[in-house]
C-alpha cells in the first residue's frame, strides 16, 4: 500500500488540488447555498405535478397534463431504474452538491485525457484547468443548463478512452469508453453527444487514414470494433433514455412536419432552419476567445456608476437610484444574437499557446484538433457561413434536429488547451530540437498581442452597433418620449462596449506579454520546467477564474429555504385552485404562456416550457395562436381560466371561460378532412362541442352507419390520473366522443368495459373514441410498450457494464500480483 501511495503520489496531489479548486469556488454551497437558475425553477414547474403523483403512489407517472394540454414525461423527468450510470452519477452528486460534482468531473476528466496522451502530472493539471475553466463551462450553469453541463464534462475523458483505444490500450480503453459514454448518455443531451460524434468521427477519419499509410489496417479494425462493441453497451445501459426519446422526437419539433411548409406540398423534417440558427456565433465575434468582453459580454446587468450611460442619465437630472437600475438593462452585447448570457473566452495565453502549437507539436494528434476546430468553428457560423452549416443541416444525419448551433464550441473548448498543453509538453522535452523556435514563438504570441493592442488603442475598430441598434434606439424614443435623448443614450452605451472592449483588451496583452516572457526565459534557460509549469498555470487559472466570476459568482446562490418553494403562489392562483374539478386547463397570459412553466406549478396549464413540444401542438400555436388566440381551439382544450394583467392597475385577474367545452363531451356530427392542412383549416372557426373534424386515414375505424346524434347522453371523469383518466357514460346510441386529451398514439390504449377499442384523432390533436350506446365505463391508460423493453435492454446493458469493470479490476489487480 505504501508503494501504492508512493507511486501514485502526484496524481493524488493533483486531485487534493482539484478538491481544493472546487471548495473555494463554490464557497457558498458549503455554506448552505444553491444556484437559483432560471431553467431549474421552469423545470420545478414542469415537474410538479409528475412529483405529486410519484409521492402518492411511489412512483411516477409517464405522462404530465400540466403542459402543452399533456404529453409524456420521458424528456421531463424519469429515475432509469435499470440504468446503472444513474447509481453512479447519484454517487457523485451525494459527495459534492450541484454544481460542484459538475466543476470535479471537469477538472478530473481533463486530467484523464492529457494523462492518457503521457502528459506529466503537473502540465496535465494545468491543461485540466485551462479545459475546465473555459468560460462557457460556467455561463451554462449559471443559466441552468445543468444536464447540458454534466454532457460536456464527460466530454474530455470519452476522447480519452478513444485515444487509449487506438494508442495501444483497447482493452482498458474499451471499458473506460463504455463507462463515460454510459455517464455521457445519461446525462440525457443528446445534442452535446452528438457534436462529440462529428468531433471523433473527424479523429477516426484520421486514424484510417494512418492506418493505410502505415499498412496497420488490421490493427485499426481490431481497434474499432472493441469502440463499436463499447458504444454499443453504453447505448444499451441507456435504452430508457435514448428508446423513448427516439420515439418521441419523431412527433416533436425535432421530427417531420405535419402541415405543408414546401412549394411541392411537402412536408420538412427537422427544426427550422431560421429557429435553429437562431443562435449561431458571430464570425466577429470568435475575438472573444482571447478578449472575453470584445462584444460586451453578457446582453445586460454590465454597467455600473462609472459607466457613461450611468453618468449622462445623472447629468440631465434622472436620480441616481433610477439611473442606475436602468443602465443595468441597457443592452452592452452588440453581437446578433437575441441575447447571450456572456461569451466564450478560452484564456488568452492558452489560445497563444495553442497558435504556438500548431508550429512545433510533432504529434499527429495535431492535425486532427486543427481539424476538428476548424469544423466546429465553421459550423458554429451557423447563419453568419451558411456554406458549411447548410451542408450538414440538409445532408448530414440527425444535424437538423439541434437548435443553438453555437454550442459546438464546445469542441474547441477542450482542443484549443489540448493543443496548448501538447505545445508546453514539446517545449519541455525537445525544445533544442525545434528549428527557428525562437521566431516560431515571438510571432504565435506576438500575432495575438497585436490583436489586443490594436483593440485596446482603438476599440472603435470594431463596429460596436449589431444591425438592430437603430431599432432599439427608436425603441429607446418611444420609451423616453424624446428622440434626441434616446440618440445620446444610445451615443454613451456604444462609448461603453468601447470602454469594455478596450478594457479587456488591455487586460488579454498584458497577459500574453506575461506567458511570452514565460516561454522565452525557459527557452534561454532563465527558468525552469517546474517553473514554467506552476507559472503558467498560475497564470493561467487567475485569468479564467476572474472571467468566471463574472457569470457564476457568490451573489449567483441563495439560501436553500428561498428555493423550496420557488414560484411563488399569487392570489389568482388560489382563486382558480378553488375549482375541483381536476381536469379544467388555464392558459396564463401574464407572461409568454408557450415559454412559462411557472402556470404548471399550480394548474394544468395549456403553456409550458419545454424544448421539445409535440409538432401538432406547435402547428397549433403557428396557425390558431398566431397573432390572436383561436377561442374556438381553447375551448376544445378545456381552457376554463384565462389569468390577465388589468392594463389599468397592473393588478393580475381571472377569466373564467363559460364555453370550455369540458373534459369529454359528444358531437352530433363528424366531418372527414383529407389531410392535415384541411383539418388545421377545418378548425379556424367551429363549434368544439357539436362538430369534430377526422383525418381519412380513421375512417376506416368508425362505423358511420351506427353513429347518432347524442341526444340525452351524458359523459363524465370520475377519476383522474396522469398514467389513467376513467370515465362513465350514458347514451341510447353508438355515440362520437372528443376528449380535451392530446392524441399521441405510442403508448395510450382505451377500453369500454374492459374491452380495447381503437383511439381516433380528432380536430387535429384530440382523442377521440366511437362508443356503443348503454351505460359504461371507459378507461385511458398509458403504459407504453418502449419503456418496457427499454428497461430490459438497459438492465442487461448495466450488467455487462458492471462485469466488464470487475473483470477489468481483478485481471489488472492479478497482473500485478504476478509481476509483484
Known sequence: MKNWFKQNSSHLIVIAIFFALVFFYFSPVWQGKALSQHDVVQAMGSQKELFDFKAQDGKAPQWTNSMFGGMPTFQIWYHHTYNVATYISNGIKAIFPLPADIILIYL??????????????????????????????FIYIEAGHVNKAYAIAYLAPIIGAVIMCYRGNKFWGSILLALFLALEIRTNHVQMTYYLFIALLVYVGFELYYAIRDKKLPEFAKNTAVQVGAVLVAVAVNATVLFPTYEYSKLTTRGK????????????????????????QGIGENLTFIIPNAYGGKSNGVLDEKSNSYKYLTSIGVPANQALPFTQYLPTYWGEKSFTSGPW??????FALFILGLFIVKDRLKWWILAATVLTLLLSFGKHFTLISDLFFDYFPMYNKFRAVESILIIPSILIPLLAVLAVHELITRKDEIVDLDKKVLYSFGAVAAICLIVAVMPSILDLKNSEHQN??????????????ANQLADALVKDRADLASADAWRSFFIVVLVFALVFAFIKKKLSSTALIV?????TLVDLWTVDKRYLNND???????????????????????????????????????????????HKSLGGYHAAKLMRFQEILEHQFNGAINEDVLDMFNVRYLITKDPQNNVDRIQRRSTAAGNAWFVDKVTFVKDNNQEMQAINSFDPSKEAFVHEEFKSKIDEKRLRLA??????????????MEYEYSAPNDVFAVFSEVYYDKGWKAYVDGEEVPILRADYILRALQLPGGNHKVEFVFDPPIVKVSNIISLIGSIVLVLGLAAGIFLTYRKKQKTA
Open 556 to 602: 449567483t446562490f441563495v439560501d436553500k429555504s428561498s428555493l423550496n418553494r420557488p414560484i411563488e403562489e399569487r392570489e389568482v392562483d388560489q382563486l382558480v385552485k378553488i375549482d375541483k374539478d381536476p381536469s379544467y386547463r388555464v392558459l396564463d397570459l401574464t407572461t409568454n404562456p408557450f415559454s412559462d412553466a411557472k402556470a404548471s406549478y399550480f
Open 108 to 137: 478530473l476528466g481533463g486530467y484523464f485525457l492529457l494523462s492518457v496522451l503521457r502528459i506529466k502530472p503537473w502540465l496535465a493539471a494545468v491543461g485540466a484547468i485551462a479545459i475546465t475553466f473555459s468560460s462557457y463551462n
Open 345 to 350: 473566452y478560452f484564456g488568452v495565453g492558452v
Open 535 to 539: 507559472v503558467i498555470g498560475v497564470v
Open 472 to 485: 432599439f434606439v427608436a425603441m429607446l424614443g418611444q420609451q423616453t418620449g424624446d428622440a434626441g435623448m
Open 711 to 724: 341526444n340525452n347522453a351524458t359523459i363524465k371523469l370520475t377519476s383522474y390520473h396522469p398514467d389513467k
Open 257 to 280: 412536419a405535419n402541415i405543408s411548409k414546401t412549394e411541392d406540398g411537402g412536408t420538412t423534417g427537422g427544426l427550422d432552419k431560421e429557429y435553429a440558427y437562431a443562435w449561431s
